[in-house]
């Protein structure tokens, strides 16, 4: 059998790409091809049947008695979406060793939740989980040993010993597990994960939490309490389609049906925390644990003794309620008022009646579409505004607010200043473009190699001269428009991170107005379907392409960092930054005078993410990436990072737009 590096999925034994994710497989000599003598390639004759051995070389099962790091391993224990599982013995104790597959650190998503998760599990000390006694994520592959649990699984009891399963046992089961969970959420984590097969009995009776049903993922508690109710009616369902009736899937859909044979009281607590809706589910682990500590005794309460069959032949929801025949007055008045509300938005400027100047006055203006609706420029707002603008003024623009002096004073950024009583309303003189500072460097026009690096020497793209920033944007920066980000290391002179790339064309058009830029982003629509169109031809700030990123970054030069082949010269990464953002400029730059384009934080660029890009390019004169996606790329690596593949200069990530990622901030360009 084969297995894929990437995925870890199984894959045909001749197969040179995986199906699944398209990995590269490079099998073991025994299906190599061999060069000639006269220099052709053919393959090795092999045998009709390829040995079972023969797998992706670069990742091997593991035999008993063989070693890793340290450990010898007993026997393989099964796989999951992670990794593969092997129990093993070090030191004289048995401990459950996962290798985690290559994909496992796939992007930027998984590869945080990843490290948070490994990170947050290793500080758990508590007899109802499993202890994490190694994490190593800088081993190749990477790895991590838990304390091997003695005793069943749930899923084995459900399985071979379903007796053993009373009301009582799993009410007790019940109890522990929900403070567990409690603990486990008090460290930053959830239950996402979790199933029968993640939660253990010890000899004793002790339920254990397993690190394979805690998961790294922002969820609200009520949905953990959703997961705990899954598993007590998996455990009580006296059905062989127990998975299936309350799988987690199917209670999402459909009503919870009331399960024979147990206690009346405890089927009502079920059903709350199974509800649909989660509004309607209780508010808390403590409100549920109360409920069924409450539960009176199982002996002599009134059980379920009807199951629900029409319900689970028909395999369908339940009935939609049909609305009332009568007139919902409320609702229509509703719909009249937003339908006038619209039209007034439209055709008048009640928006500016509304957060303008005091004395403007409601006029009909009419309908205005396309580019007459984007007309309200920054000139044209401070012709509108009275007086010029000095240093110390802020600066309201359409994106945001310039801070003055003054840190504290904060005004509405859609709100311009009225003009001072008992003076002349004369136009302000109209701000002349600024050419870029010293913080940016001028990148030539010039042709190289996209996407490729040491042997593969071929130049394959041109790219007309534009700037672009030395340094990466920093929190300071970031604040002066912007609401200040929720940073992973606070500093005025620290790179910002955490911020979307939605807010960064914000930020963008916001500069670019303030300096009388023309800006280059147009942004239409809100929230996640936004659309924003770029203009490369003004002079308006921008994030480079990633074209332009990879050509400032190699600098004419074929290194695998920027600057260097050593990363320590010009780089803070995993090995010498502790794991906190550094002051931008504090390493050696390269042959263009740019810092940091390798390491620090990972950077936004303007394209959107193909795993086929630049592989498949379609135009070799500025590129600008694929027309469309749903992921934006991220390049250059941080100091979460190690050296070597996630740190080299060729290194592609992806990203949601509407999302900001710790580690990841950005950098300007501009045109001209």
């Avoid at 894929?4 to 190599?32: H, T």
């Avoid at 450990?71 to 048995?94: F, H, Q, T, W």
């Avoid at 004793?204 to 922002?218: F, K, M, R, T």
């Avoid at 127990?242 to 405890?266: C, D, M, Q």
Wanted: aromatic letters at 10%; glycine letters at 8%; proline letters at 5%.
């Amino acid at each position: 059998m084969h297995y894929c590096l990437n995925c870890g999925e199984k894959i045909p034994g001749k197969a040179k790409f995986c199906p699944f994710c398209g990995e590269n497989v490079v099998l073991d000599e025994k299906q190599d091809v061999v060069k000639e003598a006269a220099g052709e390639t053919k393959p090795k004759a092999v045998t009709p049947a390829a040995p079972p051995e023969a797998i992706n070389k670069n990742f091997t099962l593991l035999d008993p008695g063989e070693h890793f790091a340290g450990y010898r391993i007993l026997r393989m224990m099964n796989k999951d979406k992670e990794g593969i599982k092997y129990i093993a013995e070090k030191n004289g104790k048995e401990h459950v060793l996962k290798i985690f597959f290559q994909s496992s650190f796939h992007n930027m998503d998984t590869l945080f939740g990843m490290q948070m998760r490994l990170t947050r599990l290793n500080h758990i000390e508590d007899a109802s989980i499993a202890k994490v006694t190694e994490v190593n994520q800088n081993h190749s592959p990477a790895f991590m040993a838990v304390e091997y649990v003695h005793g069943v699984s749930l899923d084995e009891i459900k399985q071979y010993n379903p007796e053993r399963l009373t009301e009582e046992l799993v009410r007790e089961i019940a109890l522990k597990l929900i403070k567990t969970v409690m603990l486990v959420r008090g460290h930053g984590l959830s239950i996402s994960d979790l199933q029968l097969s993640s939660i253990m009995i010890k000899d004793n009776l002790e339920p254990v939490l397993l690190s394979s049903g805690i998961g790294y993922h922002e969820q609200d508690e009520r949905e953990d309490i959703f997961t705990i109710g899954t598993v007590i009616a998996q455990l009580l369902a006296l059905s062989p389609l127990y998975r299936n009736i309350y799988s987690p899937e199917r209670l999402r859909l459909y009503k919870y049906v009331k399960i024979v044979g147990v206690t009346l009281a405890l089927n009502k607590v079920l059903a709350e925390s199974l509800h649909r809706n989660i509004s309607q589910r209780f508010g808390s682990l403590e409100k549920f644990y109360t409920a069924i500590e409450k539960l009176g005794p199982v002996e002599g309460a009134e059980k379920c003794t009807v199951q629900d069959t029409s319900f689970l032949d028909t395999g369908k929801p339940e009935a939609a309620i049909m609305p009332k025949s009568r007139i919902e007055f409320g609702f229509w008045i509703l719909i009249g008022v937003v339908v006038v509300l619209m039209i007034l938005l439209f055709t008048t400027n009640i928006y500016k009646v509304v957060f303008g100047a005091d004395e403007d006055k409601l006029q009909f203006t009419g309908f205005v579409w396309g580019k007459d609706a984007e007309s309200d420029s920054l000139a044209q707002r401070i012709e509108e505004s009275q007086g010029p603008i000095s240093s110390s003024d802020p600066v309201l623009t359409t994106y945001g607010q310039l801070k003055g002096s003054s840190l504290d004073e904060r005004q509405d950024p859609r709100r311009l200043p009225a003009s001072p009583q008992g003076k002349d309303s004369s136009p302000a003189p109209v701000i002349k473009p600024m050419q870029p500072g010293r913080n940016f460097a001028r990148i030539e026009a010039s042709t190289f190699g996209f996407g490729r690096l040491g042997e593969n020497l071929a130049h394959n793209v041109s790219i007309s001269g534009f700037y672009i920033s030395k340094h990466e944007v920093t929190q300071g920066e970031w604040s002066r428009f912007m609401k200040p980000a929720n940073a992973t290391t606070f500093g005025e002179d620290l790179p910002v991170d955490n911020v979307s790339w939605f807010d960064i064309a914000i930020y963008c058009n916001g500069l670019s107005e303030a300096e009388g830029l023309t800006p280059a982003y147009r942004i239409r629509g809100l929230g996640a379907s936004r659309v924003v169109t770029c203009d490369f031809n003004v002079n308006g700030y921008r994030l480079p392409t990633e074209a332009e990123w990879e050509l400032a970054a190699k600098a004419g030069k074929l290194h695998n960092y920027s600057g260097s082949n050593d990363p320590a010269d010009v780089a803070w990464y995993r090995d010498n930054s502790a794991g906190k953002l550094r002051k931008p400029g504090s390493k050696s730059p390269n042959d263009f005078g740019l810092y940091d384009m390798s390491g620090n934080v990972s950077e936004w660029v303007w394209d959107w993410q193909d795993a086929n890009y630049p592989n498949a390019l379609t135009t070799f004169i500025n590129p600008t990436g694929p027309e469309t996606g749903t992921q934006k790329t991220i390049r250059g690596g941080n100091v979460m990072n190690s050296e070597g593949r996630n740190l080299n200069i060729l290194w592609r990530e992806r990203g949601d737009p509407n999302k900001g990622y710790q580690f990841v901030g950005f950098r300007l360009a501009r045109s001209k």
